[in-house]
């Protein structure tokens, strides 16, 4: 029976990490909560359930839930600005599935941290995979008409924090690397002029040193200010500096080493061809899981 256990698993380890990344935003952590719930799994007796993805599904959150409870003051202490820990994808298609795009997105998932941890597992469950409110309430521990009124104030949350549907970020892979890639030749020229036609005139640089590495305390707005915080990461690197283009959380993103050694990975948004956001991670324990690449999935 144990085989059997593990073939479930396994089979839909793809949506069971998905659920659990988007619930706590770290790859890390949700690898600690997937190898947990299979240990439950494995004494779980088969002729008991019904469903094998509803079930995983409520076991798989359940404990994800308590994970982000319990690094609720860890992450409360944390300094500079908390950003999700990124995620190298393989290689699928951004655009293949809209939805899951979006919900792996940089700026979905720091929005999501706005949220309670009930409603922020209650959205995942309902908005992105299309769970059902009898399963998400017994995900949550809560009764069904209260899993609707938290879904209903947290979709209300989200959407009014959330860009208009009409300057979304487009999902267009090639056009996407072709922008990035022009972002990095006329970073590495020094051209500020240059450097600044490419971006929003509010672009945002937020970086994630944890207070272990350098990085900025606040977020860096404006065109002019994000350019010069750019060039200056260029000078600093000079010829020590290597750049490698990747997708991390279905977005364009720039993996950088100095002398060999990882730096940090930067991931990139673009609204109608104007990068908005760079969300910049050096702290080094949030990039010790992106050597490997994720397969994530809704179904």
Known sequence: MKGEHAERFTLLRPLLFTIAYEILGSATESD?????????????????????????????????????????????????????????????????????????????????????????????LREVFGFDYAEIAGAVGKPAPTVRQVAHRAREHVRARRKPRGASPRIDPQRNAEITAQFLATAASGDMEALMAMLAPDATWTADGGGV????????????????????????????????????????????????????????EIVDDKITNFYAMRNPEKLAALATPRDISRG
């Open 32 to 124: 600690d909560v997937l190898q947990d719930s299979y240990l439950r799994w494995a004494a779980v007796d088969l002729s008991t359930v019904r469903d094998t993805k509803s079930y995983l599904a409520q076991l798989v959150t359940r404990q994800a839930l308590n994970a982000l409870r319990a690094g609720a003051r860890r992450r409360e202490e944390y300094v500079g600005p908390w950003l999700p820990e990124p995620l190298l994808l393989d290689d699928r298609d951004p655009s293949a599935d809209v939805v899951l795009a979006e919900s792996v997105s940089m700026a979905m998932l720091v929005l999501l941290e706005t949220l309670s941890p009930d409603e922020r597992a209650v959205f995942v």
């Open 213 to 268: 590495v350098s990085a900025a305390r606040k977020p860096v707005v404006g065109a002019e200010k994000v350019a010069r915080a750019i060039a200056g990461l260029m000078r600093r690197g000079g010829a020590a500096l290597r750049v490698e283009p990747v997708t991390c959380n279905s977005a364009p993103a720039v993996v950088f080493y100095l002398d060999e050694h990882l730096e940090g990975v930067i991931t990139v």
